[in-house]
Each structure stands twice: as C-alpha cells, then as structure tokens.
C-alpha cells in the first residue's frame, strides 16, 4: 500500500458505530462516532456514507479501501442478515457503500475482525495461534489458527458465548439455557448481580437500582467504591471466565487469549478471578504455557483496526480469509 | 506411491496393539494383534519389529514405509510420552524403529490418525471441515479444518474429553470433575450403569456385576437382553454426548462428525439419543447443517489406516501436518 494512502474502518454496533481513518503504520488517526439507526437501514446506509466522505475529504492521502465490521455478517455475501440489535433484516451493505466509492470494500464479523487487529497491530503480532474474547452485551469469539481466521464449514465458528456452560442454567436469548454469554459478558455481570442480591443479605449501593436501569459501567462504579456485592459479581464472572477458557483451551491448544471489549474497562477486577479460576480448571500440562493478556487497544478500536486491516494488507489477509471458505 | 509398494500402518493401544500391511488403494490386507506389553517398552520394541518383518516378509511389494498411531505421542520429536496407559515413560520409538528399517517412519497421535483415516479412505473424503470422536476408554477427538489436521500451539488440541461437562461432576483421571470422557467412553458408560443402579429400583442383570468386573460390552449384552437399566445408561450416554457434540459445533461450526471405537459397537442404542440431545442442545442455526457419521471402517481400523496413510501420501500429508506445527 502507498505510504500516502488511507483506509477507513468501520466498526457497526448495535448502539454507536465508529469510522476511522488508518495511516499505513494502523494507527487510527481521526475517528467519528454516529448512533446506529437500528430501524431504518437506508438512513444508516446514507449516514455511514456522509462520515466516510468527511474522513476522506479531509484527508491528503489517497483512499485504498474500507474495511466495515459488525454483528451477524455474511462475509462471503458482504451482508448484515438476522441480526438480534439490528433490525434490518437481511442488508447487502458491501453492495451499496460500493456505488458510492470506487476502491474495494469488505465486511466481516466484529469478532473476527477484533482477531485480525490484535494480529496485524496488537498483542498478538507474531502469535500464530491465538483466540480474542470480546466482552461486551455478548460474548464474541475470534479464534486464529496458524494465522488464519477459523471460519467453520458455514462461517459460523467461534459462537463460543453459546456453548452450554451450567446444565439448566441461565436462559439465553438463543432459547437454549446455560450459555456462556449469560454469565460471562456486560449481561451476564447484571444478572449475577441480581442473582447476588437475591442470595445474599449483604449490603451494597446496587439494592437502590432496578433492573432495567443496571449496567455493567454502574457495577464498576460500584466496585470502585468499594461495594463489596459489586465487586464479588466482578469475581464471580471472572470465574465463569476462567471455566469457559479452560474448556477453550482443552479443545484449541492457542498460544494465548486476548480478552477485550467494554467488560474489560474493569482489569485486574476481572483478570485476577479469571486467571485462578483458569489456573483450576485448566488441565495441568496446558496451565502454564497459555497467557491470558488485556488488548492494549484503547476505546475497542480492534475491530476498527482489524476491519481496516483487510484493506491495508489487502492481498494477504483476504488470502487468509479466502482460504478457510 | 509406486502400486508394488506396501505401507506398515500400526495402532499401539494400552491392551493390544495393531500392526497392518496396507495396499496403495488403502486396503489393509493382512493384520497381525499382539498383547502391548505396557511395562517392558524393549519387549514391546522387540515383538512390534518382528511383527512387522513378519508383515513385510509375507509380501511381494517393498516396503514404503510405517507409520504408527498412539495415545501421548509428541509428533515432532517421534516419541510416546507421559501415556497413563503405557508406562513406558519418554519412549524414542521413531528412532528405534528406524534402526531396523530403512524406509520413512513417523507416529502420530491415535485420535488424530483417526481423523486421517476417514479422510484418506473413510467417510471424510472431500469433506474440508470434520471430527472424528472416537469413544474407547477415554474419548479422543481429532480435528480437521481446511483439510489440515488441527494441533495447536503444542500439539494437544483436540483434548475435548477434558472439557468440562458437569460443574462438580465425577472424579476425572486428570484429577479435575466433570470432564466429558467420564460420562462418555467406555467409563463413562460404566459409571453411569453404576449411577443408574444407586438410584433407580430397576431390575437388572448388571445388579449381579461388580465394578471392576463391568466392561461395555458387558452393558451393551445385558442391553441386547432388553435390560432396560442397560439401555438407559445408553440413552444416558447418547445424551451427553448430544450436549458435548452442541458445544463443539458452536466452537468449530464443521460440516460432519464422525463417531468411532468400541463403544460405537452399540450403535443405534447410542447414534439415537445422541442425534436427539444434540437437535435439542445445539443452535438452532447450526441443527439441521451438521451431518453425523457412523465410521464404516471396521474393527476400528481407522487409526491405524490414517497412521499408514501419513506414508502414502507421504508428501502431502506431511505437509499438512508441517504447516500446522
């Protein structure tokens, strides 16, 4: 890539997406938010394409690319379909951002993308078999198996916040029960919250809050204060954590996992009950030679960085990608 | 392969090892079973050579080469290590087979073997992403995706007997509780008769068996008696493995499972419940796309053809099995 070309990357959540101009060196030099439009997908659609623009034009170099990532995708079709926080139905987005750009376009899975940033700029350069762990409403898996994105036969590898983790356990939007994800995610956090104060007689600042109003961000404040009940819902999940990634690890021998996404805001609150809990769980030959690490990208830019990263190695990654369809 | 050439595929098990002469179509023509003498590892040296002298002096063709399969084997250096089966400690058996012949000789972990051995000449063949569970005493899963035996950072992916199934479940060799291969194996399925007999009033046969007299195929006879205390430690078994098959799906997303070893013997007393448990525990996306397989081979023979298929097709396979590493 030109030293002087530019590549955006396109980060679509259910509540804000984030556009960003890459320099070729992958830092992210210019960034503008929007809220998603999760009804009308033509406002979105006309929306995404006036911030590319002002990215663009507001750039001296020329564009190589962009590179989106989001929930539920297609990337062989380049479509968002059956999305639970998108209500789009099925949107052939790579279709229609390209009548308005003529430079290649791609979309992929937030969670393999956060995968191929941690690859290409992050913890994980030079690893060759690794997993990212997104911790955000859900739980979201990128797993990389000698430098290559593990898709599966149908593209759906990796929905790892849906393997069952408690028999009878908690239900779970898929309409199975015990999931992951229902324990291990901003959620999951909430609802073990819930869980605690109906167990426990302890005090604590979250019997003020209801349910509806409880987020993962007021769990960490609380925990900040020193709410006892706050940070034992932090230390639960960190256990559920560590079980979820001992099993991980039994079936794909990575080198290490990168844990990232909103949760992760919390840190050592989190990682310490994780990795004891791992420590416990893990069978003993396979203990010691994973690392669990934090993702050094700031403000979940990974899945931008990752998405952008499709551009900017262009040849290679899609490669990479091609190959395990 | 030259059509004359005849390769030496072996299958070394904790009781009984297998040595077989494998035609250039993937036929084992002739097969030699030998007692493993799991103590003596010269001993075991010793009968494995001249069993196979034995296979290769009946025969018209040359030798192309041997390949082994066994539980524990470190790949890369050609050595079995730490089996709790074969108390051989740290045993060079590449080498030490190669001082008596001089063709290539390579040894390959017995789950993945099997693995190989569907897709060489069984019921992977063109199929791109695939398991092969093979369920013995324990359960071993090998893991092809893209047509490459998946083994991870150091080798031991594919521990999915290890995964943990039941929060505080039954006592595992791997003194952990709750690993998959204490309710699904041949162990598993005894313990479970033993579950079964604590709790329910049911009359049955295996009343007047003790534990340490109890064997699978003692389960499975009772079951063909209509014992139905039998049957349900079957249906029990299908079960968990239906549910143990739904997390992997959601991990691996391959195209077929193929189950295979002894316990398989039971057939539709085992492929019934399990088809039922994983339709009733997996995503509802990923039910209806994944195909379940019988292995045809018989006798288990699969490990020690896919063993022997790392020398027919010598330079693909290794390949395959390079690039992972």
Known sequence: ????????????GGTNTVAGKIASDGTCVQKIN????VDDSAAFIEALKLTIQQLVESSSGTLAGIGMAAPAVNAREGVIEHSANLRWGK????ELIKRHFAVPVTIINDSNAAALGEMAFGSAKGLKHFMTVTLGTGLGVGIVVNRKLMEGAFGSAGELGHMILETNGRACGCSRNGCVETYVSATGLCRTVFELLSYSMEQSILRGVAYEDLTANRVYDAAMQNDRLAMQAFTRTGHYLGRMLANTVAAFDPEAIILTGGLMRAEELLMRPTIESFKQNALSFQQKRLRILRSNFTDGEGALLGAGSMVQHWDAINEMVQTEM
């Open 1 to 12: 890539m030109n030293k002087n070309s530019i590549v955006i990357g396109v980060d679509i």
């Open 91 to 94: 949107l052939p987005i790579v």
């Open 34 to 37: 929007f809220r998603t439009d």
